[in-house]
């Protein structure tokens, strides 16, 4: 079945920048839609972006839209999220998610159904 492997995580400033990583380890993700969520303390997890597997489509929560983006490698196996001009909301886990079946998704992401770990990103003020 494999997994997801997420990195990047940090501590930051408000208005630095920092890319997450997300590679399959056991399986490749080549042909699978992928995505980025995350979770605030207290809050529910929240759609963050998402990417067809030959990364021509691509969907982004208004919140992130403009700030983030989304992109896959040549190889389509690592799904990257550059975060740029990072405010202390944006601090959360992010967890890479991919979907087990398509290679497409939807503005929402509601079809990404496998997930890892998570990274921790902090925003400080």
């Known amino acids: 079945q494999g997994q997801l492997v997420e990195s990047g995580g940090g501590l930051v400033q408000a208005g630095d920048s920092l890319t997450l990583s997300c590679a399959g380890s056991g399986r490749s993700f080549s042909t699978n839609a992928m995505g980025w969520f995350r979770q605030a303390s207290g809050k529910e997890r929240e759609f963050v972006a998402a990417?067809?597997?030959?990364?021509?489509?691509?969907y982004y929560s208004d919140s992130v839209k403009d700030r983030f983006i989304i992109s896959k490698d040549d190889t389509r196996t690592t799904v990257y999220l550059q975060l740029n001009s990072l405010k202390p909301e944006d601090t959360a886990v992010y967890y890479c998610a991919a979907s087990r079946t398509s290679g497409y998704t939807n503005s929402a992401g509601t079809n990404l159904d496998f997930w890892g770990k998570g990274t921790l990103v902090t925003v400080t003020s």
């Open positions: 990417i067809s597997w030959n990364g021509r489509s691509v």
